[in-house]
């Protein structure tokens, strides 16, 4: 059974730093392309930032230089680090995999990030 479990979400002033962190289970990293994406209140959904299985990294223009997404296969996790946080990063944030064969795409239950003085 695959498990996406995410953490680390929580209240932060504008210019603060959080990491999120995606706990996986029953996946393998090395064919499954990861990724986190966030939802505002009344706003799509939208992605962020994704580790691609064949490696590298690719960041949303709203976050490239303020956000760092990093995977760790041996622990199955992968983090999203993210700095100069503004207000307008509140959002509740998921972690998706998609890969595998036949594809699959999960997601996590999302966690709460609210970026307010």
């Known amino acids: 059974q695959v498990q996406l479990v995410e953490s680390g979400g929580g209240l932060v002033q504008p210019g603060g730093s959080l990491r999120l962190s995606c706990a996986a289970s029953?996946?393998?990293?090395?064919?499954?392309?990861m990724g986190w994406y966030r939802q505002a209140p009344g706003k799509q959904r939208e992605w962020v930032a994704t580790?691609?299985?064949?490696?590298?990294?690719n960041y949303a223009d709203s976050v490239k230089g303020r956000f760092t997404i990093s995977g760790d296969g041996g622990k199955n996790t992968v983090n999203l680090q993210m700095n100069s946080l503004k207000p307008e990063d509140t959002a509740v944030y998921y972690c998706?995999?998609?890969?595998?064969?036949?594809?699959?795409?999960?997601w996590g239950q999302g966690t709460q990030v609210t970026v307010s003085s």
């Open positions: 580790i691609p299985s064949g490696g590298g990294r």
């Open positions: 029953g996946i393998s990293f090395s064919i499954y392309d």
């Open positions: 998706r995999a998609v890969g595998g064969m036949p594809l699959r795409d999960y």
